[in-house]
């Protein structure tokens, strides 16, 4: 997109050069100066509107969650979990904290902040194998008078139109970004994902980013240099180890979500879907960790308002930023 953009001013450039020229030689001519001066309006026109439509686009949100660990088990999960999160998060997620009791407990004795902050990215790309498997993500909802309603979703993506990541690739790039989570089996489907084509997935120590021509969504997690020792819920009630030690430690976690939209693909009617599928999946990490009773659906972009937190800390969405 950038040689055709360049070359489309070469070209513009060489047209207004060349209609110049050929009105100065033909100056006697009222028409043809009419028509060139009429063509380099056009074309500075065409440039200033080109500078307008043609910036990224970026929407920034903000969600807070908690993960608590219990160093009598050793494990680490969230204290309590909404039940009207996603389906399987709650099991996922004690079951990925147990596997490092068994597979590396001393963790638990060194870096503590640190075994948060891994969870918190794993915690991420769990949620995408579990719930936001695929890019075009068909949901379908079932409802009775007696069983209530029952939501399922199915891939419709295909090798041809996305790119899978198998569950041992998620696994090498937590290897290979040192989280300590690594290890610890994925139980979905495989591919695990399908996303948008020519995506490129990244997992860092404290983000996880997808990237493809259209646009770029990243979520990074950082955390305040804090800690509880109280048990949640309890108001002041601070369980111990027989060493005196403070059993539990809660600490606050901060994921930022930003969509970048690129310059040279800000409009492009391809994008639709993409930035739907996307910005469901940044939602609908925001739903499971807050459980805010809106998302976006992956076949309409829709752009929920913000609603009463109750005191909590609510995002902004939807900010737009122009740059």
């Known amino acids: 997109?950038?040689?055709?953009?360049?070359?489309?001013?070469?070209?513009?450039?060489?047209?207004?050069?060349?209609?110049?020229?050929?009105?100065?030689?033909?100056?006697?001519?009222?028409?043809?100066?009419?028509?060139?001066?009429?063509?380099?309006?056009?074309v500075v026109l065409y440039g200033i509107q080109l500078g307008f439509e043609l910036r990224r686009r970026v929407f920034v949100d903000r969600v807070c969650t908690d993960f608590t660990i219990d160093r009598a088990v050793p494990?680490?999960?969230?204290?309590?979990?909404?039940?009207?999160?996603?389906?399987?998060?709650?099991?996922?997620?004690?079951?990925?904290?147990?596997?490092?009791?068994k597979a590396a407990p001393t963790a638990f004795g060194i870096d503590r902040a640190l075994v948060t902050?891994?969870?918190?990215?794993?915690?991420?790309?769990?949620f995408m194998t579990l719930t936001e498997f695929d890019g075009q993500l068909r949901r379908a909802v079932f409802?009775?008078?007696?069983?209530?309603?029952?939501?399922?979703?199915?891939?419709?993506?295909?090798?041809?139109d996305s790119t899978p990541v198998s569950r041992?690739?998620?696994?090498?790039?937590?290897?290979?970004?040192?989280?300590?989570?690594?290890?610890?089996?994925?139980?979905?489907?495989?591919?695990?994902?399908?996303?948008?084509?020519?995506?490129?997935?990244?997992?860092?120590?404290?983000?996880?980013?997808?990237?493809?021509p259209i646009c770029l969504l990243s979520f990074h997690v950082f955390s305040p240099d804090s800690v509880s020792f109280m048990k949640p819920g309890t108001g002041g009630d601070v369980p111990t180890l027989p060493s005196g030690e403070a059993q539990l430690e809660t600490r606050l976690?901060?994921?930022?979500?930003?969509?970048?939209?690129?310059?040279?693909?800000?409009?492009?009617?391809?994008?639709?879907?993409?930035?739907?599928?996307?910005i469901?999946?940044?939602?609908?990490?925001?739903?499971?960790?807050?459980?805010?009773?809106e998302m976006a659906s992956n076949t309409a972009c829709s752009r929920p308002a913000a609603k009463s937190s109750g005191g909590r800390l609510m995002p902004e969405r939807w900010t737009e930023i122009t740059q």
């Open 1 to 42: 997109m950038r040689l055709l953009l360049v070359s489309n001013m070469v070209i513009l450039v060489i047209g207004v050069l060349t209609s110049g020229i050929l009105a100065w030689v033909n100056r006697g001519s009222s028409n043809v100066a009419l028509a060139t001066a009429a063509l380099v309006g056009a």
């Open 75 to 101: 494990n680490i999960r969230q204290w309590a979990y909404d039940p009207k999160g996603p389906i399987g998060r709650a099991a996922n997620e004690d079951s990925i904290g147990r596997w490092l009791s």
């Open 117 to 126: 902050n891994d969870f918190a990215i794993r915690s991420i790309v769990e």
């Open 143 to 160: 409802s009775g008078p007696s069983v209530g309603t029952i939501t399922q979703w199915g891939s419709v993506s295909t090798d041809h």
């Open 168 to 212: 041992h690739r998620l696994q090498t790039l937590l290897e290979q970004s040192g989280n300590l989570f690594a290890g610890a089996p994925f139980n979905q489907r495989d591919p695990a994902l399908r996303l948008p084509p020519r995506s490129v997935l990244e997992v860092g120590r404290d983000f996880v980013s997808i990237q493809n």
């Open 253 to 278: 976690i901060a994921v930022q979500i930003e969509r970048t939209f690129f310059a040279l693909r800000a409009h492009d009617p391809d994008g639709d879907d993409t930035e739907s599928g996307l």
């Open 280 to 293: 469901a999946s940044s939602l609908a990490y925001e739903h499971g960790l807050k459980a805010e009773p």
